[in-house]
């Protein structure tokens, strides 16, 4: 994990949230459809592929999600591309949230994040205000936490160790439970931390924290960040290692690892160079290569 800025695209943010609800109350400024508050219908209605993608108004919020991100899962790092597979939206603040529990959870969670304070308002909350126009809501400053923007974040599908898996997402486990928002604490990339075994740890965690832990320190994501702490002690150019061949691969473990027997290395390392793929297939090399940002993680470490 790392810090997510929602400040830096807000402006652009702020404006696509702007037009999706300008277009829900278009046909009755006192009946909005969908409301505001409505958890299934309002986001289902936001996905819509004239808000989601590039249109003639805007570069689509799935783009701002990944620019915001550096084109990453926002838990597991992993890079958000067609290898990585489905793209899933997380709410930060759970969407299902409403009334006096609802506004506990949101004070929680604007108490770690002051984006999440300063952009976002429980949906049931914005859906009591009266506009006399559209345009009235371009000067609202918070936007409902179930389309909120500064609310959202994307993830990949959570599944990376069978050729044949499909998951939801990194958290898939996590439901509606309160969990601390530390992707959006300004304090984030001090507060994760990533050891030479691949090991995820969380400083600073009341508890809420202990499922993604556990989940963000499965097998195949230590192997893959262990892997990644041996291989930036051979530093070398990043955008030049997906076109290596298999025996320019086997050389960089070698070195990274200091062996003269690539044989000599363990089974769960020698995968992930792609020599032991069954099918003939780069399974485990290219996904590898999906988690390079942990490259200059563990480089800036040493």
């Known amino acids: ?40 219908g309002s986001f289902e209605d936001f996905k819509k592929k004239q808000y989601r993608e590039p249109n003639d108004y805007d570069n689509g919020w799935k783009n701002l999600l990944l620019e915001e991100q550096d084109h990453r899962c926002c838990y597991c790092m992993r890079r958000l591309n067609s290898t990585a597979g489905k793209i899933n939206y997380e709410h930060i603040i759970p969407r299902e949230c409403k009334g006096n529990e609802g506004l506990n959870e949101y004070n929680y969670y604007a108490s770690h994040a002051p984006a999440l304070r300063d952009l976002v308002e429980m949906a049931d909350v914005f859906a009591m205000k009266k506009f006399t126009a559209q345009e009235d809501i ?29 998951g939801c997402c990194c958290n898939n486990a996590r439901g509606n439970k309160r969990m601390m928002p530390v992707m959006l604490m300004p304090n984030a990339d001090e507060n994760v931390n990533y050891d030479a075994n691949g090991i995820l740890t969380i400083t600073d965690n ?90 200059n993680y563990y480089l800036t470490k040493q």
């Open 138 to 166: 371009e000067q609202e400053p918070k936007m409902p936490h179930i389309t909120a923007l500064a609310n959202l974040t994307a993830a990949c599908n959570g599944k990376r160790n069978s050729l044949s898996t499909y």
């Open 206 to 295: 009341d508890g809420t924290l202990d499922t993604i832990i556990q989940e963000l320190n499965d097998d195949t994501l230590k192997e893959i960040r262990a892997v990644w702490a041996r291989l930036c002690q051979v530093q070398t150019d990043l955008t030049t290692v997906r076109s290596f061949s298999l025996r320019e691969r086997i050389e960089w473990f070698k070195h990274a690892y200091h062996v003269t027997d690539f044989t000599s290395l363990p089974t769960e390392v020698r995968r992930y160079a792609g020599e032991i793929a069954s099918n003939g297939s780069d399974f485990y090399w290219n996904l590898l290569l999906d988690y390079d940002w942990f490259y």
């Open 1 to 40: 994990m790392k810090y997510i800025d929602k400040y830096r695209q807000s402006t652009w943010a702020h404006y696509i949230n702007v037009r999706f609800l300008k277009d829900c109350y278009a046909g009755d400024i006192n009946r909005p459809c969908p409301s505001p508050d409505n958890p299934m």
